[in-house]
């Protein structure tokens, strides 16, 4: 095929079950794993389920609607989507800001994807069941050895670029559809071997036995809420870009809200059975996060019978769900590269995984770095990002609108007047309140320089990027006959 | 230690709206899948919206006749509604009187 036809023509996902693999496996990452059961104990266990399962189904189910819904209607990257609902050059600034959102993210994303495939890689070679293994040191020996962690980070990159470079069908479906169902039936059999651990059942109680009283504390629903939009990976325009593929034949609300942010969930309740039966039945510290994972559980595997096997499943399908988020994340910038240069697919590839190979050398070199990346990122840049896609949908092309002649357009589920106040109101107020939330309490604390620098950080990226797309040229898609398409 | 009834109840709730709805949501979607591209291959077409939907976007047209996407609305409602009168089975539920009854917007 001739460079231009290859332009012209879009890819489209192959099968209903590879997009949905897909979306769920790009949202489903390490916050899943080592987050969510935490949360879910420190909350008030029951309650904060309650609370987070209402929140899921009030904010995230309809906003992801929202998002998979103009990426389908649009056929466009970020760039292009915007462009094409605002009309303006300038109005491109707001997916250049989305965009380099994903970047950021992903560049200390990418160091953490290295840690779980050498992780990976040691339970395959039974390193965790040596005798005289000491999980505390091995920790230290892996993150203390620069040149080892940007290697892996390294590695990462390049087997993400390694599947994008085959496109939408033949790369990412191709790997999402045995990783994703991989990974889940591998949290069932470690979630089924530590409940039946002595003691294992103690985990469960502490994570299920429903404290009422949270329901009445603010800082509960703060943290269902952030939980519920974060882990759903809602407004980060990955679910816009998996949704340009989609056939005109393809739903929306079904697959693209309902089961990206309830299938996503359900990984994170398999994540709180696999895990936290064996750190009760180990003695260990449930509130560690990533030291949790990687010293913790890297300490009791061993002590089961199998326990090499259990280590290798365990650490591998962690593995998974933290490539497959990587695939989305890094998806976003190919697509809108490939879309808004002259760049080919594979150009586009090496350009994004280049970039952010580059950009993500200071977090793997430094642990305290990807910190402060993931503190400002975290707390400002995906919440920018969240509101500048939720705010093209609610105030610019319009939820009636979209509802009408898009969403339940061959929708297998039908959505009724109740989400165009959802998405018009409660939605942008929801991440207003999250961005000055994260503002207000960080202030006069130890993150007060980071707040700092984080909000004008992103009061700079929308200045610039705005300004910078205001006054460079048209893109391919803008001339007549130079439609760049990205999954080609 | 035994779990409690209360948490018992919990833990058995939270596997019901999460992973029960989701396989029932998975399960559902490829079964619509399935069907559609078994009507796409017998027909070559299927209707894009349901009778709720499309009396809506109708509404809607009427309701905004100049607006920009007014357009593209009236061209989606008319493919759904000659797609309806072409088809020997609809995708969605529509009866036979339904379907008489509609009628494509001037466009």
Redesign the interface.
């Known amino acids: 095929m001739g460079e231009s036809e290859a332009r012209t023509a879009r890819e489209e996902w192959g099968s209903r079950f590879g997009f949905l693999m897909a979306l769920v496996g790009a949202m489903v990452g390490a916050g899943n794993i080592w987050r969510m059961p935490f949360t879910t104990g420190q909350n008030g266990g029951g309650a904060f389920l309650v609370a987070y399962v209402l929140l899921l189904y009030l904010v995230a189910v309809p906003g992801l609607m929202a998002e998979t819904m103009i990426g389908r209607y649009t056929n466009n990257g970020v760039i292009g989507a915007f462009n094409q609902v605002l009309g303006s050059k300038r109005a491109r600034g707001l997916g250049l800001v989305v965009l380099l959102v994903n970047v950021a993210l992903m560049s200390y994303y990418s160091p953490i994807i290295g840690w779980a495939l050498y992780y990976a890689g040691h339970s395959l070679l039974g390193t965790f069941t040596q005798a005289g293994f000491q999980p505390q040191a091995f920790w230290n020996g892996f993150i203390g050895n620069t040149a080892l962690v940007v290697g892996m980070h390294t590695l990462t990159m390049a087997g993400l670029a390694g599947v994008l470079v085959f496109g939408i069908r033949r790369g990412i479906e191709r790997v999402v559809k045995w990783m994703i169902p991989l990974l889940v039936f591998a949290l069932v059999a470690v979630a089924i071997r530590g409940i039946t651990l002595p003691g294992g059942m103690e985990g469960l109680a502490f994570v299920f036995t429903p404290d009422w009283g949270y329901l009445t504390r603010g800082s509960m629903w703060i943290a269902a809420l952030s939980q519920a939009l974060f882990s759903t990976g809602l407004g980060w325009g990955i679910a816009l870009t998996y949704g340009s593929y989609l056939g005109r034949y393809d739903d929306v609300p079904l697959g693209g809200g309902l089961f990206t942010a309830i299938g996503n969930t359900s990984i994170g309740l398999l994540a709180v059975f696999a895990t936290f039966p064996v750190v009760f039945a180990f003695g260990l510290e449930p509130t560690a996060g990533s030291n949790l994972l990687f010293i913790s559980l890297a300490e009791v595997f061993p002590e089961l019978p199998g326990g090499a096997a259990w280590a290798a499943v365990f650490f591998v399908s962690f593995f998974f769900a933290t490539f497959t988020s990587g695939l989305g994340i890094t998806e976003v910038g190919v697509t809108t590269v490939s879309e808004e240069t002259r760049l080919s697919r594979t150009g586009s590839v090496l350009a994004v995984c280049g970039a952010i190979w580059l950009f993500g050398l200071p977090s793997a070199y430094s642990s305290s770095f990807l910190g402060q990346m993931d503190f400002i990122f975290g707390s400002f840049g995906l919440p920018l990002a969240t509101l500048s896609i939720i705010a093209l949908v609610a105030w610019k092309f319009g939820p009636e609108r979209a509802r009408v002649i898009d969403l339940n357009r061959n929708a297998g589920v039908y959505v009724g007047r109740w989400w165009n106040p959802v998405i018009k109101y409660v939605i942008p107020t929801v991440m207003v309140f999250i961005l000055g939330y994260g503002i207000v309490t960080n202030i006069g604390t130890d993150n007060q320089t980071l707040t700092i620098v984080g909000v004008a950080l992103m009061a700079v990226l929308v200045v610039a990027s705005v300004a910078v797309m205001s006054v460079v040229g048209d893109a391919p898609g803008d001339r007549p006959g130079a439609a760049s398409k990205g999954g080609d | 230690?035994?779990?409690?009834t209360?948490?018992?109840a919990?833990?058995a709730l939270?596997?019901l709206?999460?992973?029960g709805?989701?396989t029932a949501?998975?399960v559902?979607?490829?079964r619509?899948?399935d069907r559609?591209l078994a009507l796409?291959e017998r027909q070559d077409n299927?209707d894009?919206?349901?009778p709720?939907?499309l009396e809506?976007?109708r509404e809607?047209i009427q309701t905004?006749p100049n607006?920009p996407?007014a357009p593209?609305?009236r061209e989606?409602y008319n493919e759904c509604v000659r797609t309806l009168r072409e088809i020997d089975d609809p995708y969605y539920d529509w009866s036979p009187e339904q379907i008489e009854k509609l009628e494509t917007i001037e466009e």
């Open positions: 230690m035994a779990l409690s209360l948490a018992w919990t833990m939270s596997i709206v999460l992973p709805v989701a949501i998975l559902r979607s490829m619509s899948e559609k796409l299927i894009s919206y349901s709720r939907a809506e976007l809607w905004n607006d996407y593209e609305a989606r």
